[in-house]
């Protein structure tokens, strides 16, 4: 055993040796030479690379400046537009929702039906935040005046009487 392990290793060690010396024979002979730009464009070229000089770069980088004001005004129109829809929603988020908890209701079913009314933009946050926090165990029967400004917390506590 201990003289195929010998053999094993002095075999490593010759393989080793041998790639060793002639990786650093023919590695001078690979090395690439410089490109000139005539022959680096030529390449790109025929690669549908598109070269540019650098004045035809700064003519297109103008061009795009011009064309600009057209984008930002039409940005401008899409703010505006935004902005109204925000009113518009401050101005429902103030009515109040009637929400009516009948005896048996499950959490789920009282997310459905905020989520239904607007109230909620994601409903199985709401169903995690219950149970995390111990509010789905707890939930009244009532009727509720709830707005679309509460937080969850909020809801949580004034349908669980607390």
Not at 37 to 63: C, G, M, P, R
Request: aromatic content about 8%; glycine content about 4%.
């Amino acid at each position: 055993m201990k003289h195929t392990i010998r053999a094993f290793a002095l075999g490593l060690a010759t393989a080793t040796a041998l790639l060793t010396f002639t990786y650093y024979q023919t590695n001078d002979q690979n090395e690439s030479k410089a490109l000139t730009d005539q022959e680096a464009i030529t390449h790109l070229e025929s690669n549908d690379y598109h070269v540019l000089s650098q004045s035809s770069f700064e003519d297109l980088k103008e061009e795009k400046k011009e064309s600009q004001p057209d984008q930002a005004d039409s940005k401008r129109d899409d703010k505006k537009q935004s902005e109204t829809k925000e009113k518009d929603q401050k101005d429902t988020s103030q009515q109040p929702y009637s929400l009516t908890i009948e005896p048996g209701m499950l959490s789920s079913s009282i997310s459905d039906e905020l989520k239904k009314a607007g109230i909620l933009e994601d409903k199985a946050k709401f169903e995690v935040f219950l149970k995390d926090h111990e509010y789905s165990r707890a939930i009244q029967i009532g009727t509720y005046s709830i707005t679309r400004d509460m937080s969850y917390e909020e809801i949580a506590k004034k349908i669980t009487g607390q």
